[in-house]
């Protein structure tokens, strides 16, 4: 059964500065992961998504990075702006079937001005 | 592309009463999917749907929970005599079959209160 954690729950950071989010999931057997941004009562919006043949994905300050054999894939902020404050979601695909998502439970970050 | 609609956005209810929940996913999208996101945690996934067809139920899916996508387009999840346990945020998620990432978008939640 598929597992995944991340780490810390929560982050509080100064603007501007570079920060690492990580993800690690307990079966390497992943058709894909994504990376989620959710704002208090919102829905999620996808940020970046990783297919299982790939290293990592860029966009913009963002930088996704994945290492199936270790299990675990983290995500980079660059200049970090209070705009970015919000909770961060990864989740693995699973390869059979309906390809269905299994979460993370989350990073809280506050990007303090 | 208007992206996943969900309705209602919010819904409070007394326990013991059925509600309804409708999801509208991308045109095109054949994929469906029903996830369940309690406070501080991840959402978990309920069910999906290719095209109609019901193809995965989650143990979560008590037998109090229906869902259905007629036609192939938009889905309705029911829960049948609803209790203070079934409060959470329920997102419906879309995706198209023919592309190879199978990316999932996220509607923006129908938060559901039991009293």
């Known amino acids: 059964k598929q597992e995944v954690t991340q780490i810390p729950a929560a982050l509080s950071v100064p603007e501007g500065e570079n920060l690492v989010l990580n993800c690690s999931f307990t079966d390497s057997a992943i058709y894909n992961l994504q990376w989620f941004r959710q704002d208090p009562g919102k829905g999620l919006t996808s940020l970046l998504l990783?297919?299982?043949?790939?290293r990592e994905q860029t966009s913009g300050r963002l930088n996704a990075s994945l290492d199936k054999s270790s299990g675990r894939s983290t995500l980079y902020i660059a200049a970090s702006q209070p705009g970015d404050s919000a909770t961060y979601l990864c989740a693995a695909s699973i390869i059979q079937g309906a390809q269905k998502l299994v979460f993370g439970q989350g990073t809280r970050l506050t990007i303090n001005p | 592309d208007t992206g996943v609609s969900q309705d209602p956005r919010h819904k409070i209810t007394k326990r013991g009463q059925n509600v309804t929940f409708r999801c509208d996913p991308i045109?095109?999208?054949?994929?469906l999917y029903w996830y369940r996101q309690t406070l501080g945690q991840g959402p978990e996934f309920l069910t999906y749907f290719q095209n109609e067809a019901q193809l995965e139920k989650s143990r979560l899916l008590s037998d109090r929970f229906s869902a259905e996508r007629p036609k192939g387009s938009f889905s309705t999840l029911e829960i049948q005599r609803t209790e203070q346990g079934d409060s959470a945020m329920y997102l419906c998620a879309s995706s198209y079959l023919r592309t190879s990432s199978h990316e999932q978008f996220f509607g923006p939640g129908t938060r559901l209160t039991v009293l």
């Open positions: 990783i297919q299982s043949s790939q």
């Open positions: 045109s095109e999208h054949n994929r």
